[in-house]
């Protein structure tokens, strides 16, 4: 094999590489099976402090783990995640191996359907970053949900030109590879 026919070969492998690297994940809720339950109360934002340091992306899949004869998982407003109402979710999950798929970016609320379980801290709030942000290598920290009650703000970084920038380079590259 010559040099040149190394380095294209080398090249689609490492474009097809980043192709495949942005299928969504299925990720256990809290990283452990037992973790959707009421917390310690020493720990009752245990959910919350895990998710805020995970990364999560359009296409991902949440899953969550627990006795469906004791408990269940509502999705719900933002409203109805901070008042614990449980009367009118967005969806409504009792099956024990709960399967919830991100299709969009922005926060998700989720709160326990079994009675007195949100009011103890059985709650979280997911926030899915946007197809732009998952594209960058460099990303920030994931952001704290309660900054999500404002509007969304600006980049403030080069972190935007990175992206038009990187498209441009895999083009230019794609392009050389199929001459």
């Known amino acids: 094999m010559t040099m ?3 380095s294209r070969a080398s090249l689609v492998l490492v474009l097809l590489c980043l192709v495949s ?3 969504g994940r299925e990720i256990l809720v809290g990283g452990k ?3 959707w339950e009421i917390p310690n ?4 934002d245990s959910l919350n402090q895990w998710s805020e340091n995970s990364r999560f992306r359009i296409g991902d899949t949440l899953v969550w783990k627990y006795n469906s004869s004791q408990d269940s998982l509502l999705q719900v407003s933002k409203r109805d995640y901070v008042t614990c109402n449980t009367s009118s979710p967005i969806e409504e999950y009792k099956d024990g191996n709960t399967r ?3 299709d969009h970016s922005g926060p998700y609320y989720f709160i326990s359907g079994a009675q007195g379980h949100c009011q103890k801290g059985q709650k979280l709030i997911v926030v899915v970053l946007s197809s732009n942000h998952s594209r960058h290598f460099g990303m920030a920290p994931a952001p704290s949900p309660v900054e999500f009650d404002g509007p969304a703000v600006a980049p403030t970084s080069g972190s935007a030109g990175f992206g038009g920038g990187l498209a441009v380079v895999f083009g230019v590259l794609a ?5």
């Open 4 to 6: 040149a026919g190394f």
């Open 33 to 35: 099976t037992d973790a």
């Open 41 to 44: 109360p020493s720990q009752s």
């Open 175 to 179: 392009g050389w590879v199929l001459m």
């Open 100 to 102: 919830v798929n991100l």
């Open 21 to 23: 690297s942005s299928e």
